[in-house]
């Protein structure tokens, strides 16, 4: 079996390439990736020597680059995580969103229809439902709820996923899509929350909430999302939509003094800053679906990923502190620096 990875050298996809070469070490593995400023070749420095892997550098909005890979490859099976994937950057600029997310996965389709492939797998986001209000605890998605997007990133997301429907049913492409709510975990980009808060913390910097850090995130320790989509690959249904999350919802402000106190730091570190445009609320996912058809569980408890992860990022200083003396601090500086401070009572 021969699959391409599109986004193998981002945070989830480098994950997602691990787990598969452990897992299924007969399978051909091939990395299609642009490396933008979120890709990282030192990511997949463990899977350069591995006669099964590959790395190709490629856009996938570049319709003539992605046919010619196909023609070369002939893959099986196509997973998509390569996307824009950053709500706050879709914020200042959306464009980039629409053009990857939106017509990169039109340029995949277009592709997989032409040279035929027995699997597509788009990757997507619980972020395609908007969000849920805070005190209707009793409520989550599910596959039947209603697309109802609220950042660019979700829309251009969103419009994916109804790209790849649209592809099944008119052409017969034999694509799957799945949902997945927030993960965490090893080769996480520090513009996330975690990881940001990780690095903060570990230099006694500010941790900046947005808001009021009421917000709610369903939390799933990476490599879970990873044996999900391998179920979905192997036993799920052509054509179906299967939401991936854990019940580990967690409010940002738990989030990050779970993660001061992991490490032993003081909470007066928490700065409250101007929130996100537009930002959700709250995101609770249903597994039922994959959890009754695939007999998919996650493995690890939140209290667990976050201990496992603050471990990885304390042994990996070198993989994200070059992260953060490039380009990173032009980015912190225009996210963050002219932010308005909140001040609340902690
Ligand atoms: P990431 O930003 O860490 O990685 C994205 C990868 O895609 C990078 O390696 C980047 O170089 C590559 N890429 C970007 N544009 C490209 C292009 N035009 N052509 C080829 N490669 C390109 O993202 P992530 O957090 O690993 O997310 C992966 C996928 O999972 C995304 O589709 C995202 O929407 C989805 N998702 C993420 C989460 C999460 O919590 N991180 C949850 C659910 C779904
Ligand atoms: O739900 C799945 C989605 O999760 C994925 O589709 C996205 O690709 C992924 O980035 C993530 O989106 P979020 O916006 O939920 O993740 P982020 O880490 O950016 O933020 C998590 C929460 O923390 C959110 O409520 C905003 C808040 N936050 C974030 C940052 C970076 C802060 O309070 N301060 C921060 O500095």
């Known amino acids: 079996m021969k699959i ?40 997949l420095e463990n899977a350069m020597g591995n006669a099964n892997f ?23 099976i196509v997973v998509n995580f390569a996307a824009e994937s950053h709500v706050d950057r879709s914020i200042e600029t ?7 997310n939106i017509l990169g996965t039109g340029v995949l389709l277009d592709c997989c229809r032409k040279y035929g492939i027995k699997r597509y797998h788009q990757v997507s ?54 949902r997945c709510s927030n993960n965490y975990g090893p080769y996480h980009f520090p513009e996330k929350l975690i990881p940001l808060m990780i690095a903060n913390a570990l230099a006694d910097k500010k941790l900046p909430v947005y808001g009021t850090g009421e917000n709610v995130r369903d939390w799933l320790y990476v490599e879970d999302h990873c044996v999900a989509i391998d179920l979905i690959l192997r036993k799920g249904r052509v054509g179906e939509v299967y939401n991936i999350g854990g019940h580990n919802e967690r409010t940002n402000l ?16 928490i700065e409250f800053v101007e929130d996100r ?15 009754e058809e695939l007999g998919w569980v996650p493995a690890t408890s939140f209290d667990a990923g976050i201990r496992k992860t603050i471990q990885w990022y304390l042994a990996h200083k070198c993989w994200w502190q070059n992260i953060l003396s ?7 500086e225009r996210m963050y620096g002219k932010r308005t401070k909140l001040e609340y009572a902690k």
């Open 326 to 332: 490039g380009d990173y601090q032009k980015y912190y």
């Open 125 to 178: 986001t619980d972020e395609v439902y908007g969000d849920l209000p805070l005190d209707r605890p009793d409520l989550f998605f599910t596959e039947e709820t209603n697309l109802h997007t609220s950042s660019p990133y979700s829309a251009s997301k969103a419009s994916a996923d109804l790209l790849v429907q649209a592809y099944h049913r008119t052409y017969g492409v034999p694509a799957t899509i799945s």
């Open 254 to 269: 738990q989030v990050v003094e779970a993660i001061l106190q992991e490490l032993d730091k003081p909470a007066s570190l």
């Open 94 to 100: 959306p464009d980039i969103f629409l053009r990857t």
């Open 4 to 43: 391409i990875v599109t986004g193998g050298a981002g945070f989830i996809g480098s994950n997602f390439i691990y787990y598969m070469m452990a897992k299924h070490p007969e399978d051909k593995i091939v990395c299609y990736d642009a490396l933008t400023y979120a890709g990282n070749l030192e990511t």
């Open 277 to 291: 445009k537009g930002h959700d609320r709250r995101y609770a996912i249903d597994p039922a679906k994959i959890h």
């Open 54 to 76: 590959k790395f190709v550098r490629g856009d996938i909005t570049s319709r003539a680059h992605v046919e010619a890979f196909f023609a070369a490859e002939k893959p099986d």
